[in-house]
Antibody, heavy 116, light 108 residues
Framework: EVQLLESGGGLLQPGGSLRLSCAGSGFTFSTNALSWVRQAPGKGLEWVSIISSSGDTTYYADSVKGRFTISRDNSKNIVYLQMNSLRAEDTAVYYC?????????WGQGTLVTVSS | EIVLTQSPGTLSLSPGERATLSCRASQSVSSSYLAWYQQKPGQAPRLLFYGAYNRATGIPDRFSGSGYGTDFTLTISRLEPEDSAVYYCQQYGTSPWTFGQGTKVEIK
């Protein structure tokens, strides 16, 4: 069974930094692209970032470009999202999702709240 | 970026009725690279369709997807109580991948 388990969310002040992790199991982690998708409270879904299976190609939404960095460790089956210079509008549940175009499996999400 | 507009915002129907959800793109979606997801309260989204009409694993056949170009449709032929959810479309033909704002389906 495919499982994606996010961790690392929390409450922090504007301008702060946070690193999210997503541990994958039940599939061949190293051959699959992974994305982060977020959902602000009561709002819709927003694709944030994607990393290729090898980790050598990454893309970002304009809203996070230059502030967020996606990376992965295929030896540990973990993908990361380093988030810097956080803003109130980054407040959301962050989901890890498997797939390079559409997303066939999702984690349960981790909540990031940016507030003073 | 491609903007996806879903309609209606909310659909309130009785069990057994047919639900028709629309997703309209601001420009043509390459190769019908459109997906549909179902999200129930407190849960992660679940993939229903990819490539506009290819049903994902385990999705009941009362769900169907159709469309091409700029107009896509998700149809639920006979609503069940467990179909109460928000449904999102997503295009992945042009970066950045974008989602519609969602259609909420309520079961009376």
């Amino acid at each position: 069974e495919v499982q994606l388990l996010e961790s690392g969310g929390g409450l922090l002040q504007p301008g702060g930094s946070l690193r999210l992790s997503c541990a994958g199991s039940g599939f061949t982690f190293s051959t699959n692209a992974l994305s982060w998708v977020r959902q602000a409270p009561g709002k819709g879904l927003e694709w944030v970032s994607i990393i290729s299976s090898s980790g050598d190609t990454t893309y970002y939404a304009d809203s996070v470009k230059g502030r967020f960095t996606i990376s992965r460790d295929n030896s540990k089956n973990i993908v990361y999202l380093q988030m810097n210079s956080l803003r109130a509008e980054d407040t959301a549940v962050y989901y890890c999702a498997k797939g390079d175009h559409f997303f066939d499996h999702w984690g349960q999400g981790t909540l990031v709240t940016v507030s003073s | 970026e491609i903007v996806l507009t879903q309609s209606p915002g909310t659909l309130s129907l009785s069990p057994g009725e047919r639900a028709t959800l629309s997703c309209r793109a601001s420009q043509s979606v390459s190769s019908s690279y459109l997906a549909w997801y179902q999200q129930k309260p407190g849960q992660a989204p679940r993939l229903l369709f990819y490539g506009a009409y290819n049903r994902a694993t385990g999705i009941p056949d009362r769900f169907s997807g159709s469309g091409y170009g700029t107009d896509f449709t998700l149809t639920i032929s006979r609503l069940e109580p467990e179909d109460s959810a928000v449904y999102y479309c997503q295009q992945y033909g042009t970066s950045p991948w974008t989602f519609g704002q969602g259609t909420k389906v309520e079961i009376k």
